[in-house]
C-alpha cells in the first residue's frame, strides 16, 4: 500500500510569509495528490485536487505542485485564517486512499 | 446545495458493533462518477480513511480494517450505512461522511462528524 509522510508535522510562520507544506508517496502517485486544511472542531475542506487544481472558491494564495512521489502545498502569503492543519491524501490508488499525518501551521 | 450528515450511537461498548448512516441531498449515488466514503479522525490524531461506496455499488475497504467494515447504499441511493464489528476503545474517534468525486478520486463535501466514544 502506498504511504503518505508529511514532515515536519507543524511549522510556526508569520502573517504574509510564504509557506511550504511538503508531502512525499512512498511510489509514484503521478499527479493523484490532493490537499485538505482543516481548523479544529471542523471537517477537512478540500483545497487543491490533482496536484494542482484549485477547488472552486478558494482563495489564488494557495497552490499545488509536484509530481511522482513529492508534492508541494504553497501559501504565498499567510493570513490569520489559514492557521490549521494540512493533510494531503493520495487518489492514486483506490485499494487505500491513504492520508498523511499532517501539518500544522501555528502562529510564530 | 450538496449537504451530508452522520448519524449514529456516540457510545459503544467494546466488542460491539457500530451502525453509522450517513444522510445526503443535493446528489444522488445514481449519478455517476459519484461515490460515498467514510472517513476516521481519533482525538488529536491524523485521518484515516475507512471504506467506499461507489455509483454502481463497487467498494472497497482500507486493508487493516476490511474484515471489520461494510458498506451499503440503500435503494434510495440517498443514504450509506457503514457498519465496524468488535469494537475496541481504539476506534474512539470522530467518523465524517464525505462525497467522493471520482475524476480525480478526491473528497469534495464532508459532513460535520460525528463523535463516537468506545467504552465499558
Not at chain 2, 459503544?12 to 479522525?41: A, D, H, M, N, Y
Not at chain 2, 474484515?67 to 465524517?96: C, E, F, G, H, W
Amino acid at each position: 500500500d502506498i504511504q503518505m509522510t508529511q514532515s515536519p508535522s507543524s511549522l510556526s510562520a508569520s502573517v504574509g510569509d510564504r509557506v511550504t507544506i511538503p508531502c512525499r508517496a512512498s511510489q509514484s502517485i503521478g499527479i493523484y495528490l490532493n490537499w485538505y486544511q482543516q481548523k479544529p472542531g471542523k471537517a477537512p475542506k478540500l483545497l487543491i485536487h490533482g496536484a494542482f487544481s484549485l477547488q472552486s472558491g478558494v482563495p489564488s494564495r494557495f497552490s499545488g505542485s509536484g509530481s511522482g512521489t513529492d508534492f508541494t502545498l504553497t501559501i504565498s502569503s499567510l493570513q490569520p485564517e489559514d492557521f490549521a492543519t494540512y493533510y494531503c491524501q493520495q487518489s492514486y490508488s483506490t485499494r487505500a486512499l491513504a492520508f498523511g499525518g499532517g501539518t500544522k501551521v501555528e502562529i510564530k | 446545495q450538496i449537504t451530508l450528515k452522520e448519524s449514529g450511537p456516540t457510545l459503544v461498548k467494546p466488542t460491539e458493533t457500530l451502525t453509522l448512516t450517513c444522510i445526503f441531498s443535493g446528489f444522488s449515488l445514481s449519478t455517476s462518477g459519484v461515490g460515498v466514503g467514510w472517513i476516521r479522525q481519533p482525538p488529536g490524531k491524523a485521518l484515516e480513511w475507512l471504506a467506499l461506496i461507489y455509483w454502481d455499488d463497487d467498494k472497497r475497504y482500507s486493508p487493516s480494517l476490511k474484515s471489520r467494515l461494510t458498506i451499503t447504499m440503500d435503494t434510495s441511493k440517498i443514504q450509506v450505512v457503514l457498519t465496524m464489528t468488535n469494537l475496541d476503545p481504539v476506534d474512539t474517534a470522530t467518523y465524517y461522511c464525505t462525497r467522493l468525486n471520482t475524476h480525480n478520486n478526491y473528497f469534495d463535501y464532508w459532513g460535520p462528524g460525528t463523535l463516537v466514544t468506545v467504552s465499558s
